[in-house]
């Protein structure tokens, strides 16, 4: 690959399943908008769930039975530009060119 400004992206969704006997709290999840912009505050996914499932523990009440994640890169060196991770049967990355 030549050319061009290297880039990275990540895509993707994710299932998670909360165990019967959690109950769902609107409005306490965590996340900030700033002038229409997400911003980053640090709010992990274990963190988010405890904040909306009161005693839930990511891992341990949840599962996340269906996952779909696709990165794409440029850049000088790269052997290829797109990678997918899914729930559907891969065992790891599956590289595709793009």
């Not at 505050?41 to 996952?67: I, K």
Request: aromatic share 12%.
């Amino acid at each position: 690959m030549s050319g061009g400004t290297p880039y990275a992206t990540s895509t993707g969704t994710f299932t998670i399943v909360v165990n019967a006997g959690f109950t769902y709290h609107s409005g306490n999840g965590c996340g900030q908008v700033v002038s229409g912009n997400a911003t980053d505050d640090g709010c992990t996914t274990a963190l988010w769930l405890a904040l909306n499932f009161s005693g839930a523990v990511y891992g341990t009440d949840t599962s996340t039975p269906a996952y779909s994640l696709t990165y794409k890169a440029s850049g000088n060196g790269l052997q290829g530009t797109t990678w997918t991770d899914a729930s559907s049967g891969d065992s790891g990355d599956i590289y595709t060119s793009s």
